[in-house]
Protein backbone atom coordinates (compact mmCIF):
# COMPACT_ATOMS: atom_id res chain seq x y z
CA UNK A 1 0.00 0.00 0.00
CA UNK A 2 1.70 3.54 -0.81
CA UNK A 3 2.08 5.80 2.10
CA UNK A 4 1.58 8.77 0.56
CA UNK A 5 -0.89 11.28 2.26
CA UNK A 6 -4.14 12.67 1.13
CA UNK A 7 -4.86 16.25 1.20
CA UNK A 8 -8.45 17.79 1.50
CA UNK A 9 -7.66 20.34 -1.62
CA UNK A 10 -6.98 17.50 -3.98
CA UNK A 11 -9.85 16.46 -6.00
CA UNK A 12 -11.81 13.28 -5.88
CA UNK A 13 -11.00 11.99 -9.56
CA UNK A 14 -7.31 12.02 -8.25
CA UNK A 15 -8.15 10.68 -5.48
CA UNK A 16 -10.03 8.14 -7.14
CA UNK A 17 -6.49 7.31 -9.42
CA UNK A 18 -3.88 7.67 -6.54
CA UNK A 19 -6.10 4.73 -4.98
CA UNK A 20 -6.04 3.05 -8.45
CA UNK A 21 -2.52 3.09 -8.52
CA UNK A 22 -2.12 1.77 -4.73
CA UNK A 23 -4.08 -1.19 -5.68
CA UNK A 24 -1.35 -2.23 -8.47
CA UNK A 25 1.61 -1.55 -6.46
CA UNK A 26 1.18 -5.11 -4.22
CA UNK A 27 1.63 -4.99 -0.44
CA UNK A 28 5.57 -3.42 -0.42
CA UNK A 29 5.39 -0.29 1.75
CA UNK A 30 8.11 1.41 -0.32
CA UNK A 31 6.78 0.52 -4.04
CA UNK A 32 5.37 3.77 -5.46
CA UNK A 33 3.75 5.04 -8.67
CA UNK A 34 6.74 6.45 -10.54
CA UNK A 35 4.20 8.65 -13.01
CA UNK A 36 3.10 10.65 -10.23
CA UNK A 37 4.50 13.67 -8.42
CA UNK A 38 5.05 13.03 -4.83
CA UNK A 39 2.62 14.12 -2.63
CA UNK A 40 2.38 17.35 -0.11
CA UNK A 41 3.74 16.18 3.41
CA UNK A 42 0.83 15.40 5.32
CA UNK A 43 0.14 13.16 8.44
CA UNK A 44 0.06 9.58 6.75
CA UNK A 45 -3.38 8.91 6.31
CA UNK A 46 -3.24 5.16 4.68
CA UNK A 47 -3.51 2.45 6.85
CA UNK A 48 0.04 0.82 8.23
CA UNK A 49 0.87 -2.70 7.41
CA UNK A 50 0.31 -4.46 11.11
CA UNK A 51 3.64 -5.65 12.77
CA UNK A 52 4.43 -8.93 12.42
CA UNK A 53 3.85 -11.47 15.58
CA UNK A 54 7.01 -12.00 17.05
CA UNK A 55 8.42 -15.48 16.45
CA UNK A 56 9.19 -17.47 19.82
CA UNK A 57 12.17 -19.16 20.47
CA UNK A 58 12.40 -22.34 22.86
CA UNK A 59 16.15 -22.23 24.62
CA UNK A 60 16.35 -24.88 27.23
CA UNK A 61 19.25 -25.08 29.41
CA UNK A 62 20.70 -26.97 32.53
CA UNK A 63 21.84 -23.19 34.17
CA UNK A 64 19.42 -22.45 36.90
CA UNK A 65 19.53 -20.83 39.69
CA UNK A 66 22.56 -18.86 41.15
CA UNK A 67 24.75 -20.50 37.66
CA UNK A 68 22.09 -18.45 35.55
CA UNK A 69 25.21 -15.78 35.18
CA UNK A 70 24.43 -13.45 32.34
CA UNK A 71 21.90 -15.62 30.32
CA UNK A 72 18.80 -13.75 31.10
CA UNK A 73 20.64 -9.82 30.01
CA UNK A 74 21.66 -11.30 27.13
CA UNK A 75 18.80 -12.83 26.06
CA UNK A 76 17.28 -9.07 26.52
CA UNK A 77 19.88 -8.09 24.56
CA UNK A 78 19.35 -10.27 22.02
CA UNK A 79 15.58 -9.59 21.89
CA UNK A 80 16.25 -5.94 21.74
CA UNK A 81 18.15 -6.45 18.40
CA UNK A 82 15.77 -8.48 17.36
CA UNK A 83 12.62 -7.74 17.93
CA UNK A 84 10.66 -10.18 16.41
CA UNK A 85 12.16 -12.72 18.19
CA UNK A 86 10.87 -13.32 21.66
CA UNK A 87 13.07 -16.41 23.71
CA UNK A 88 12.06 -18.23 25.92
CA UNK A 89 14.45 -19.81 28.85
CA UNK A 90 13.89 -23.00 30.42
CA UNK A 91 16.55 -23.57 33.17
CA UNK A 92 16.95 -26.63 35.57
CA UNK A 93 19.80 -28.18 37.51
CA UNK A 94 22.02 -30.54 35.86
CA UNK A 95 21.07 -33.36 37.50
CA UNK A 96 17.65 -33.49 36.42
CA UNK A 97 18.72 -31.74 33.27
CA UNK A 98 20.13 -34.78 31.28
CA UNK A 99 17.15 -37.30 31.19
CA UNK A 100 15.02 -34.47 30.77
CA UNK A 101 16.71 -33.82 27.31
CA UNK A 102 17.04 -37.21 26.81
CA UNK A 103 13.17 -37.76 27.26
CA UNK A 104 12.32 -34.96 25.07
CA UNK A 105 14.39 -35.50 21.71
CA UNK A 106 12.95 -39.19 22.05
CA UNK A 107 9.16 -37.64 21.74
CA UNK A 108 10.51 -35.11 19.73
CA UNK A 109 9.07 -32.62 21.98
CA UNK A 110 13.01 -30.56 21.98
CA UNK A 111 13.19 -26.85 22.01
CA UNK A 112 14.71 -24.40 19.12
CA UNK A 113 17.70 -24.72 21.11
CA UNK A 114 19.64 -26.60 23.46
CA UNK A 115 22.22 -25.84 26.08
CA UNK A 116 24.39 -29.56 25.75
CA UNK A 117 27.10 -30.69 27.96
CA UNK A 118 29.80 -30.89 25.57
CA UNK A 119 31.64 -34.09 24.01
CA UNK A 120 30.45 -37.87 23.83
CA UNK A 121 28.64 -38.45 26.37
CA UNK A 122 25.62 -35.60 25.10
CA UNK A 123 26.27 -32.99 22.36
CA UNK A 124 28.05 -35.31 19.46
CA UNK A 125 25.88 -38.60 20.63
CA UNK A 126 22.86 -36.62 19.84
CA UNK A 127 24.45 -34.95 16.94
CA UNK A 128 25.32 -38.47 15.12
CA UNK A 129 22.33 -39.47 16.40
CA UNK A 130 20.54 -36.76 14.16
CA UNK A 131 19.05 -34.65 16.34
CA UNK A 132 21.03 -31.65 16.14
CA UNK A 133 21.44 -29.17 13.16
CA UNK A 134 24.72 -29.16 11.70
CA UNK A 135 26.83 -26.04 11.92
CA UNK A 136 29.71 -26.70 10.01
CA UNK A 137 29.04 -24.43 7.00
CA UNK A 138 28.06 -21.18 9.36
CA UNK A 139 30.46 -18.48 8.69
CA UNK A 140 30.63 -17.30 12.91
CA UNK A 141 31.57 -21.04 13.51
CA UNK A 142 35.31 -19.80 12.73
CA UNK A 143 35.07 -16.92 15.50
CA UNK A 144 35.38 -19.80 18.39
CA UNK A 145 39.44 -21.78 18.62
CA UNK A 146 39.90 -24.96 17.05
CA UNK A 147 40.36 -26.71 20.56
CA UNK A 148 37.38 -25.22 21.35
CA UNK A 149 35.48 -27.26 18.63
CA UNK A 150 37.08 -30.55 19.25
CA UNK A 151 34.40 -30.74 22.36
CA UNK A 152 31.47 -30.51 20.01
CA UNK A 153 32.73 -32.15 16.79
CA UNK A 154 31.95 -35.52 15.33
CA UNK A 155 32.23 -37.27 12.30
CA UNK A 156 33.39 -34.21 10.78
CA UNK A 157 30.03 -32.08 11.46
CA UNK A 158 30.04 -29.32 14.41
CA UNK A 159 26.84 -29.80 16.07
CA UNK A 160 26.90 -26.83 18.83
CA UNK A 161 29.12 -23.61 19.64
CA UNK A 162 31.34 -24.06 22.86
CA UNK A 163 29.91 -21.12 25.05
CA UNK A 164 33.11 -21.55 27.49
CA UNK A 165 35.90 -23.59 29.27
CA UNK A 166 35.54 -23.98 32.91
CA UNK A 167 37.27 -25.56 35.61
CA UNK A 168 36.19 -27.68 38.54
CA UNK A 169 37.86 -27.30 41.53
CA UNK A 170 37.76 -27.03 45.46
CA UNK A 171 36.63 -23.25 46.45
CA UNK A 172 38.47 -22.10 49.96
CA UNK A 173 37.81 -19.29 52.98
CA UNK A 174 41.45 -17.63 52.30
CA UNK A 175 40.63 -15.60 55.63
CA UNK A 176 40.15 -19.34 57.10
CA UNK A 177 42.61 -21.22 56.16
CA UNK A 178 45.27 -18.05 56.78
CA UNK A 179 43.96 -18.14 60.63
CA UNK A 180 44.39 -21.59 60.87
CA UNK A 181 47.72 -21.68 59.19
CA UNK A 182 46.06 -23.83 56.52
CA UNK A 183 48.96 -23.60 53.23
CA UNK A 184 47.14 -25.01 49.78
CA UNK A 185 47.44 -28.73 50.20
CA UNK A 186 49.08 -29.95 47.09
CA UNK A 187 48.28 -33.43 47.64
CA UNK A 188 45.89 -36.00 49.60
CA UNK A 189 47.25 -36.04 52.52
CA UNK A 190 48.13 -32.53 52.88
CA UNK A 191 43.89 -31.99 51.85
CA UNK A 192 42.94 -35.24 54.86
CA UNK A 193 45.14 -33.01 57.41
CA UNK A 194 43.61 -29.46 56.22
CA UNK A 195 40.24 -30.93 56.69
CA UNK A 196 40.87 -32.03 59.96
CA UNK A 197 42.31 -28.97 61.64
CA UNK A 198 39.38 -27.10 59.77
CA UNK A 199 37.33 -29.86 61.80
CA UNK A 200 38.54 -29.45 64.95
CA UNK A 201 38.51 -25.70 64.71
CA UNK A 202 35.02 -25.98 65.02
CA UNK A 203 34.10 -25.37 61.33
CA UNK A 204 32.67 -28.24 58.57
CA UNK A 205 35.22 -28.85 56.49
CA UNK A 206 33.12 -29.19 52.95
CA UNK A 207 30.15 -27.97 52.12
CA UNK A 208 28.16 -30.14 49.34
CA UNK A 209 24.62 -31.19 48.34
CA UNK A 210 23.59 -34.11 47.35
CA UNK A 211 19.68 -34.35 47.05
CA UNK A 212 20.60 -34.83 43.32
CA UNK A 213 24.08 -36.03 43.36
CA UNK A 214 25.66 -33.60 40.84
CA UNK A 215 28.16 -32.47 43.54
CA UNK A 216 29.59 -35.49 44.35
CA UNK A 217 29.97 -36.29 40.14
CA UNK A 218 31.91 -33.05 40.54
CA UNK A 219 33.82 -33.84 43.41
CA UNK A 220 34.93 -37.34 41.54
CA UNK A 221 35.43 -35.30 38.25
CA UNK A 222 38.02 -32.71 40.83
CA UNK A 223 39.36 -35.79 41.91
CA UNK A 224 39.96 -38.22 38.51
CA UNK A 225 43.12 -36.15 36.68
CA UNK A 226 45.47 -36.80 39.69
CA UNK A 227 44.49 -40.02 40.96
CA UNK A 228 42.85 -42.18 37.83
CA UNK A 229 44.55 -40.45 35.13
CA UNK A 230 47.96 -39.74 36.18
CA UNK A 231 48.71 -44.03 36.01
CA UNK A 232 46.30 -44.78 33.18
CA UNK A 233 45.94 -42.09 31.03
CA UNK A 234 43.98 -44.23 28.41
CA UNK A 235 41.76 -44.73 30.80
CA UNK A 236 38.72 -43.28 28.52
CA UNK A 237 39.66 -45.20 25.31
CA UNK A 238 39.75 -48.58 27.59
CA UNK A 239 36.53 -47.86 28.83
CA UNK A 240 35.20 -47.40 25.62
CA UNK A 241 36.80 -50.52 24.20
CA UNK A 242 35.52 -52.87 27.13
CA UNK A 243 39.06 -53.65 28.60
CA UNK A 244 38.52 -51.13 31.65
CA UNK A 245 35.60 -50.98 33.98
CA UNK A 246 34.98 -48.35 36.88
CA UNK A 247 34.64 -51.13 39.61
CA UNK A 248 38.72 -51.68 38.95
CA UNK A 249 39.84 -48.11 38.00
CA UNK A 250 38.20 -46.08 39.95
CA UNK A 251 38.13 -47.78 43.35
CA UNK A 252 40.56 -46.20 45.52
CA UNK A 253 39.10 -43.10 44.12
CA UNK A 254 36.19 -43.98 45.06
CA UNK A 255 37.11 -45.18 48.70
CA UNK A 256 39.04 -42.19 49.40
CA UNK A 257 36.20 -39.27 48.66
CA UNK A 258 33.51 -41.22 50.66
CA UNK A 259 35.98 -41.63 53.68
CA UNK A 260 35.42 -37.82 53.93
CA UNK A 261 31.68 -38.14 54.63
CA UNK A 262 32.92 -41.20 57.01
CA UNK A 263 35.28 -38.84 59.15
CA UNK A 264 32.92 -35.94 59.05
CA UNK A 265 34.20 -33.72 56.62
CA UNK A 266 31.18 -33.45 54.25
CA UNK A 267 27.80 -31.41 54.85
CA UNK A 268 26.21 -33.79 57.53
CA UNK A 269 22.71 -35.43 55.62
CA UNK A 270 23.83 -34.51 52.03
CA UNK A 271 20.91 -35.81 50.07
CA UNK A 272 19.11 -33.83 51.66
CA UNK A 273 20.79 -30.52 50.96
CA UNK A 274 20.56 -28.48 47.69
CA UNK A 275 23.27 -27.22 45.43
CA UNK A 276 22.24 -23.83 46.19
CA UNK A 277 22.25 -24.61 49.86
CA UNK A 278 25.43 -26.00 49.75
CA UNK A 279 27.08 -22.81 47.99
CA UNK A 280 25.51 -20.37 50.32
CA UNK A 281 26.69 -22.09 53.41
CA UNK A 282 30.18 -22.10 52.18
CA UNK A 283 29.52 -18.21 50.99
CA UNK A 284 28.12 -17.26 54.43
CA UNK A 285 31.39 -18.74 56.26
CA UNK A 286 29.58 -22.01 57.76
CA UNK A 287 32.35 -24.18 55.93
CA UNK A 288 36.23 -23.93 54.39
CA UNK A 289 35.98 -25.73 51.37
CA UNK A 290 32.98 -25.87 48.25
CA UNK A 291 33.99 -27.90 45.36
CA UNK A 292 32.10 -26.66 42.09
CA UNK A 293 33.10 -25.15 39.04
CA UNK A 294 34.18 -21.26 37.96
CA UNK A 295 30.72 -20.48 37.09
CA UNK A 296 29.66 -20.56 41.03
CA UNK A 297 32.02 -17.68 41.95
CA UNK A 298 29.51 -15.04 40.30
CA UNK A 299 26.81 -16.77 43.04
CA UNK A 300 29.02 -17.22 46.09
CA UNK A 301 29.97 -13.36 45.47
CA UNK A 302 26.40 -12.03 45.09
CA UNK A 303 25.80 -13.95 48.23
CA UNK A 304 28.71 -12.64 50.17
CA UNK A 305 30.79 -9.82 48.38
CA UNK A 306 33.31 -9.66 51.05
CA UNK A 307 34.46 -13.29 51.21
CA UNK A 308 37.93 -13.95 50.71
CA UNK A 309 37.91 -16.97 48.08
CA UNK A 310 40.21 -18.64 46.28
CA UNK A 311 39.96 -22.06 44.16
CA UNK A 312 42.85 -24.86 44.15
CA UNK A 313 42.76 -28.31 41.84
CA UNK A 314 41.90 -30.68 43.49
CA UNK A 315 45.06 -32.96 44.81
CA UNK A 316 43.98 -36.15 45.13
CA UNK A 317 47.50 -37.39 44.11
CA UNK A 318 50.32 -39.16 45.73
CA UNK A 319 52.74 -36.55 47.69
CA UNK A 320 55.63 -36.11 44.74
CA UNK A 321 53.13 -36.53 42.16
CA UNK A 322 51.94 -33.75 40.14
CA UNK A 323 48.46 -32.20 40.63
CA UNK A 324 46.24 -31.99 37.92
CA UNK A 325 43.24 -29.88 37.14
CA UNK A 326 40.04 -29.99 35.67
CA UNK A 327 39.29 -28.26 32.92
CA UNK A 328 37.02 -28.16 29.63
CA UNK A 329 34.34 -26.81 27.73
CA UNK A 330 31.57 -26.03 30.13
CA UNK A 331 28.31 -25.41 27.95
CA UNK A 332 27.38 -25.59 24.18
CA UNK A 333 23.88 -24.15 22.47
CA UNK A 334 23.01 -26.59 19.20
CA UNK A 335 19.90 -26.30 17.31
CA UNK A 336 17.17 -28.80 17.20
CA UNK A 337 17.34 -30.43 13.48
CA UNK A 338 13.71 -30.24 13.69
CA UNK A 339 13.02 -26.46 14.99
CA UNK A 340 10.49 -24.65 12.76
CA UNK A 341 12.08 -21.54 13.54
CA UNK A 342 15.90 -22.20 11.89
CA UNK A 343 16.30 -18.92 10.47
CA UNK A 344 15.71 -17.49 14.78
CA UNK A 345 17.67 -20.12 16.05
CA UNK A 346 20.89 -19.35 13.40
CA UNK A 347 20.36 -15.69 14.63
CA UNK A 348 20.63 -16.65 18.62
CA UNK A 349 23.82 -18.39 17.79
CA UNK A 350 25.28 -15.62 15.79
CA UNK A 351 24.69 -13.95 18.38
CA UNK A 352 26.65 -16.10 21.15
CA UNK A 353 29.38 -16.26 18.55
CA UNK A 354 30.43 -12.75 18.78
CA UNK A 355 33.25 -11.91 21.45
CA UNK A 356 31.09 -9.10 23.08
CA UNK A 357 28.28 -11.81 23.91
CA UNK A 358 30.89 -14.66 24.92
CA UNK A 359 32.79 -11.81 27.16
CA UNK A 360 29.84 -10.80 29.14
CA UNK A 361 28.66 -14.85 29.37
CA UNK A 362 32.36 -15.65 30.36
CA UNK A 363 32.57 -12.96 33.27
CA UNK A 364 29.34 -13.91 34.61
CA UNK A 365 30.90 -17.63 34.82
CA UNK A 366 34.42 -16.89 35.54
CA UNK A 367 35.19 -19.40 32.55
CA UNK A 368 38.06 -18.86 30.16
CA UNK A 369 37.27 -17.58 26.32
CA UNK A 370 36.48 -19.55 23.41
CA UNK A 371 36.69 -17.29 21.09
CA UNK A 372 39.72 -16.73 19.36
CA UNK A 373 42.41 -14.13 20.27
CA UNK A 374 40.33 -13.42 23.20
CA UNK A 375 41.55 -13.92 27.34
CA UNK A 376 38.56 -12.80 29.23
CA UNK A 377 38.60 -11.19 32.47
CA UNK A 378 39.70 -14.07 35.10
CA UNK A 379 38.93 -12.87 38.66
CA UNK A 380 41.78 -13.15 40.86
CA UNK A 381 40.32 -15.58 42.88
CA UNK A 382 41.24 -18.22 40.49
CA UNK A 383 44.64 -17.55 40.25
CA UNK A 384 46.25 -20.80 42.06
CA UNK A 385 44.06 -23.17 39.58
CA UNK A 386 44.56 -20.72 36.52
CA UNK A 387 48.37 -21.59 36.80
CA UNK A 388 47.88 -25.64 36.93
CA UNK A 389 45.80 -25.15 33.78
CA UNK A 390 48.04 -22.89 31.69
CA UNK A 391 51.30 -24.65 32.35
CA UNK A 392 49.35 -27.73 30.77
CA UNK A 393 48.54 -29.78 33.87
CA UNK A 394 45.18 -30.59 33.17
CA UNK A 395 42.26 -32.95 32.28
CA UNK A 396 38.72 -32.51 30.51
CA UNK A 397 35.13 -33.32 32.09
CA UNK A 398 35.41 -36.89 32.02
CA UNK A 399 32.18 -37.58 30.36
CA UNK A 400 33.66 -35.58 27.67
CA UNK A 401 35.81 -38.70 26.48
CA UNK A 402 32.66 -41.61 27.00
CA UNK A 403 30.91 -43.29 24.60
CA UNK A 404 28.10 -43.85 27.37
CA UNK A 405 28.81 -41.22 29.44
CA UNK A 406 25.23 -40.24 29.85
CA UNK A 407 24.11 -43.52 31.29
CA UNK A 408 27.57 -44.31 33.53
CA UNK A 409 26.84 -40.37 35.05
CA UNK A 410 23.01 -40.46 35.30
CA UNK A 411 24.07 -43.72 37.09
CA UNK A 412 26.79 -42.45 39.16
CA UNK A 413 24.39 -39.29 40.84
CA UNK A 414 21.86 -41.86 41.59
CA UNK A 415 23.88 -44.28 43.29
CA UNK A 416 25.76 -42.30 45.12
CA UNK A 417 23.23 -41.01 47.04
CA UNK A 418 22.81 -44.79 47.97
CA UNK A 419 25.91 -44.93 49.47
CA UNK A 420 25.33 -41.74 51.44
CA UNK A 421 21.89 -43.16 52.80
CA UNK A 422 24.24 -46.50 53.70
CA UNK A 423 21.58 -48.18 51.31
CA UNK A 424 24.94 -49.70 48.85
CA UNK A 425 28.59 -49.83 49.70
CA UNK A 426 30.95 -46.95 47.40
CA UNK A 427 32.02 -50.51 45.55
CA UNK A 428 28.71 -51.06 44.51
CA UNK A 429 27.92 -47.66 42.93
CA UNK A 430 30.70 -48.31 40.85
CA UNK A 431 29.42 -52.00 40.26
CA UNK A 432 25.76 -50.28 39.07
CA UNK A 433 27.79 -47.60 36.98
CA UNK A 434 29.30 -50.66 35.12
CA UNK A 435 25.91 -52.76 34.36
CA UNK A 436 24.14 -48.93 33.21
CA UNK A 437 27.63 -48.51 30.81
CA UNK A 438 27.00 -52.66 29.55
CA UNK A 439 23.12 -51.58 29.19
CA UNK A 440 23.73 -48.76 27.18
CA UNK A 441 26.46 -50.41 25.38
CA UNK A 442 23.92 -53.42 23.99
CA UNK A 443 21.32 -50.84 23.20
CA UNK A 444 23.58 -49.01 20.86
CA UNK A 445 25.36 -52.27 18.81
Known sequence: MSKKGSAAALTAALALALTACSSGSGNNPGNTDKGASPAPSAPAASAQPEPQEAVTLKVTGFKSGSELGALPELNDKFMKENPDIKVEYEGMPGGQFKEFIKTRFASNDASDVIMLHPGLSEVISYGKAGYLYDLTAEPWISNFTEASLKATTGEGKIFAIPNDMNVLGVYYNKKLFSELSIATPQNWDEFLAAAEKIKASGKLPISIGNNDGWM??????????????????????????????????????????????????????????????????????????????????????????????????????????????????????????????????????????????????????????????????????????????????????????????????????????????????????????????????????
Open 216 to 445: TLAALYTMAPSLVYTGTPDFDSQLNGGTATFAQGWQEMNKNWFSLDEKGYLTPKSTGVSLDQAQQAFAKGEAAMYIDGSWSLSGIKKTNPDLEVGMFAMPSNAAGKDVIASAAVGTTFAINKDTKVLDAAKKYLEFWSKAETQTAWAKSQQAFMTIKGETGDLDPAFSEVAAVVAAGKSYPFLDQGWINGGAATAEMMTSAQGVYLKAISPQEMLENMDKAWKQAASQTK
